[in-house]
C-alpha cells in the first residue's frame, strides 16, 4: 500500500497559519508548504537552538514570519485574526522531556495555555475551516505495557511535558465541543511518535548528538539503551497532519484524536537505532552510561495507527533503516558543507517519489 501524499491542488493558495514554524519539525513543514503552494503565516518564538534550521534552511523565504510568544493571547489572536487563515496548524511547543522538569510552569504555560489562546482566537473566525492541534505520542497515561495505545486509552502524564500535552488534547476537545464545531471549523489532534530527521538541533537528541560525537571523532555517551520507541523520519508525520487537514476540509465529521507513527512492530530501541546509525560512519565508539539519579522517563511506548490507516490512507514511506540513514546522511552532507535548504528539498522529493510508488533518488 502506497502512502497517500498531501495533495499539491489542495494546498495551492491556501492561507495557513503555521505555529511553531521556527522548530524542528515547523521548519520542514514551513517548506514543505511553500513547495505546496500554500500561502503560509508563521507564528513562533525565535529559533531555541544555535545553530537552527529555520536559520540554515532559509525558511522565512517564501513566507510570512512572525515573532510571537503563544503565552501572549492578545497578540497571539492578533496575528491569527490579521492572517485570515483557511488552515491552522499548531505546532508551537515546549516539546523536550527532561527540559520540562527544569522548567514546568513554562511547560504548561505554553503547552496548555498557548493551546487554549491559539484555539480562543479562531472563535468566530469565519474563514477557517481546519484546525490540527499537534500533541505526542506521550499523551497516554503509560502503563509500560506491550500493547500499542489506542485513540481511546486514557490520557495522563508523569512527566510535565507529557502532562501539559495530555492536558492540551484536553483543551482542544473542549474548545471543538463548546465552540468550533458549530462554527463549522473542524478540529483534530494529531499524536505522533519520535521523530528523526537532518537539522534538529535541540539539546539531548539521539542521532544529532551521534553525528556531532562521531564527526568529530569523539565517543557517544547514551543514556536508556533499551528505551523503546516508535521512531519515524519527520516526513512521515508532516505528510500526515497535511492529509488529516485535507480530510477535515472535505469531511467535518472525521475530527477527532489520530495515532501517527511506525507499525507497532516496528518501534526500536535506543540501541538497536545507533546500530543503523553507526554504519554511517566509519568510527563510531559508543558508551553507554547508567544514570540513577535521571529523571523519570517511559520505558516502551508504542501507538495504534490503524485509524490513521483507514480513514487516511497513512503509512511509513521509509522502515526505520531508511530513515536512520537519510538521518545521518544529512548531518554527514552538511558537515561536509553542503546547503542546509538543499538537503531538506531533496529529502522531500525522494520522499513524495517513494510515496507515489516510485524509487527514491
Same mark, same amino acid.
Request: glycine residues 8%.
Given at each position: 500500500?502506497?502512502?497517500?501524499?498531501?495533495? %499539491?491542488?489542495?494546498?495551492?493558495?491556501?492561507?495557513?497559519?503555521?505555529?511553531?514554524?521556527?522548530?524542528?519539525?515547523?521548519?520542514?513543514?514551513?517548506?514543505?508548504?511553500?513547495?505546496?503552494?500554500?500561502?503560509?503565516?508563521?507564528?513562533?518564538? %525565535?529559533?531555541?537552538?544555535?545553530?537552527?534550521?529555520?536559520?540554515?534552511?532559509?525558511?522565512?523565504?517564501?513566507?510570512?514570519?512572525?515573532?510571537?510568544? #503563544?503565552?501572549?493571547?492578545?497578540?497571539?489572536?492578533?496575528? #491569527?485574526?490579521?492572517?485570515?487563515?483557511?488552515?491552522?496548524?499548531?505546532?508551537?511547543?515546549?516539546?523536550?522531556?527532561?527540559?520540562?522538569?527544569?522548567?514546568?510552569?513554562?511547560?504548561?504555560?505554553?503547552?496548555?495555555?498557548?493551546?487554549?489562546?491559539?484555539?480562543?482566537?479562531?472563535?468566530?473566525?469565519?474563514?477557517?475551516?481546519?484546525?490540527?492541534?499537534?500533541?505526542?505520542?506521550?499523551?497516554?497515561?503509560?502503563?509500560?505495557?506491550?500493547?500499542?495505545?489506542?485513540?481511546?486509552?486514557?490520557?495522563?502524564?508523569?512527566?510535565?511535558?507529557?502532562?501539559?500535552?495530555?492536558?492540551?488534547?484536553?483543551?482542544?476537545?473542549?474548545?471543538?465541543?463548546?465552540?468550533?464545531?458549530?462554527?463549522?471549523?473542524?478540529?483534530?489532534?494529531?499524536?505522533?511518535?519520535?521523530?528523526?530527521?537532518?537539522?534538529?538541533?535541540?539539546?539531548?537528541?539521539?542521532?544529532?548528538?551521534?553525528?556531532?560525537?562521531?564527526?568529530?571523532?569523539?565517543?557517544?555517551?547514551?543514556?536508556?539503551?533499551?528505551?523503546?520507541?516508535?521512531?519515524?523520519?519527520?516526513?512521515?508525520?508532516?505528510?500526515?497532519?497535511?492529509?488529516?487537514?485535507?480530510?477535515?476540509?472535505?469531511?467535518?465529521?472525521?475530527?477527532?484524536?489520530?495515532?501517527?507513527? %511506525?507499525?507497532?512492530?516496528?518501534?526500536?530501541?535506543?540501541?538497536?537505532?545507533?546500530?543503523?546509525?553507526?554504519?554511517?560512519?566509519?568510527?563510531?565508539?559508543?558508551?553507554?552510561?547508567?544514570?540513577?539519579?535521571? %529523571?523519570?522517563?517511559?520505558?516502551?511506548?508504542?501507538?495504534?495507527?490503524?485509524?490513521?490507516?483507514?480513514?487516511?490512507?497513512?503509512?511509513?514511506?521509509?522502515?526505520?533503516?531508511?530513515?536512520?540513514?537519510?538521518?545521518?546522511?544529512?548531518?554527514?552532507?552538511?558537515?561536509?558543507?553542503?546547503?542546509?535548504?538543499?538537503?531538506?528539498?531533496?529529502?522531500?522529493?525522494?520522499?513524495?517519489?517513494?510515496?507515489?510508488?516510485?524509487?527514491?533518488?
Amino acid at each position: 500500500m502506497n502512502m497517500v501524499l498531501p495533495d %499539491p491542488d489542495f494546498w495551492r493558495g491556501k492561507r495557513v497559519v503555521l505555529t511553531g514554524h521556527t522548530g524542528f519539525k515547523g521548519s520542514w513543514l514551513a517548506l514543505w508548504l511553500q513547495r505546496l503552494g500554500a500561502q503560509v503565516t508563521g507564528i513562533a518564538l %525565535p529559533p531555541a537552538s544555535e545553530p537552527s534550521l529555520f536559520a540554515q534552511a532559509g525558511v522565512a523565504q517564501g513566507m510570512e514570519s512572525h515573532v510571537c510568544d #503563544i503565552r501572549d493571547a492578545g497578540a497571539t489572536a492578533a496575528r #491569527i485574526q490579521a492572517a485570515r487563515p483557511d488552515i491552522v496548524l499548531h505546532l508551537a511547543a515546549q516539546a523536550l522531556v527532561r527540559p520540562s522538569y527544569a522548567a514546568p510552569l513554562e511547560t504548561y504555560a505554553t503547552n496548555v495555555m498557548g493551546t487554549a489562546h491559539v484555539l480562543d482566537a479562531l472563535r468566530g473566525l469565519a474563514d477557517v475551516r481546519v484546525a490540527v492541534v499537534v500533541t505526542t505520542d506521550k499523551v497516554y497515561r503509560n502503563r509500560e505495557w506491550v500493547y500499542p495505545y489506542r485513540e481511546d486509552d486514557a490520557l495522563g502524564g508523569h512527566d510535565p511535558y507529557s502532562a501539559s500535552k495530555a492536558a492540551a488534547e484536553i483543551v482542544a476537545a473542549s474548545y471543538r465541543d463548546a465552540f468550533l464545531s458549530a462554527q463549522g471549523m473542524a478540529l483534530a489532534t494529531a499524536r505522533a511518535g519520535n521523530v528523526i530527521g537532518g537539522g534538529d538541533w535541540s539539546p539531548e537528541r539521539l542521532l544529532p548528538d551521534a553525528a556531532a560525537a562521531w564527526s568529530a571523532g569523539e565517543t557517544l555517551v547514551l543514556r536508556n539503551p533499551h528505551a523503546t520507541r516508535p521512531w519515524q523520519h519527520v516526513l512521515e508525520p508532516l505528510a500526515a497532519y497535511l492529509r488529516l487537514a485535507e480530510l477535515l476540509w472535505n469531511d467535518a465529521s472525521q475530527a477527532g484524536a489520530y495515532n501517527f507513527g %511506525p507499525a507497532p512492530h516496528e518501534a526500536a530501541t535506543v540501541g538497536r537505532v545507533i546500530e543503523i546509525a553507526a554504519a554511517a560512519y566509519p568510527a563510531a565508539p559508543v558508551r553507554y552510561q547508567s544514570d540513577v539519579k535521571q %529523571p523519570h522517563e517511559a520505558g516502551l511506548l508504542a501507538l495504534d495507527t490503524a485509524l490513521a490507516r483507514s480513514r487516511l490512507g497513512v503509512v511509513p514511506c521509509w522502515a526505520l533503516a531508511q530513515a536512520v540513514g537519510r538521518t545521518m546522511a544529512w548531518y554527514r552532507e552538511f558537515h561536509a558543507g553542503a546547503s542546509a535548504r538543499a538537503l531538506c528539498l531533496s529529502d522531500l522529493e525522494a520522499y513524495e517519489k517513494a510515496g507515489s510508488g516510485g524509487a527514491a533518488p
